[in-house]
């Protein structure tokens, strides 16, 4: 069982940055790939980016490619979003998952296991 509790959300304006993060209770959390996805009121929950257990590849929607940065630190248990140059558009909560696979398009995967989310809001 792995249970994720994401953190570090809040109220920014557009171009600032934040930095998300996942802690993760498990007991071997680099046997599991990391996503983050969001879901804006009135939408559907969209892929954000994702990382293998290794941390050796990173993937991207294209929304947020050269703005998020995704990585992991397998000694803490913890995944992170770094997100920068931030648009009213990223208003969402944002969730984090986690799942064994790593697929060639991790935005398919049927994760696991998913945190509670936090918000983040994104001021003009």
């Known amino acids: 069982q792995v249970q994720l509790v994401e953190s570090g959300g809040g109220l920014v304006q557009a171009g600032a940055s934040l930095r998300l993060s996942c802690a993760a209770s498990v007991r071997t959390f680099s046997d599991y790939a990391m996503a983050w996805f969001r879901q804006a009121p009135g939408k559907e929950r969209e892929f954000v980016a994702a990382?293998?257990?290794?941390?050796?590849?990173?993937y991207y929607a294209d929304s947020v490619k050269g703005r998020f940065t995704i990585s992991r630190d397998n000694a803490r248990n913890t995944a992170y979003l770094q997100m920068n140059s931030l648009k009213p558009e990223d208003t969402a909560v944002y969730y984090c998952?986690?799942?064994?696979?790593?697929?060639?398009?991790?935005?398919?995967?049927?994760?696991?296991?998913w945190g509670q989310g936090t918000q983040v809001t994104v001021s003009t």
């Open positions: 990382i293998p257990w290794s941390g050796s590849s990173t």
């Open positions: 998952a986690a799942d064994r696979y790593w697929s060639s398009n991790p935005a398919l995967t049927k994760y696991a296991y």
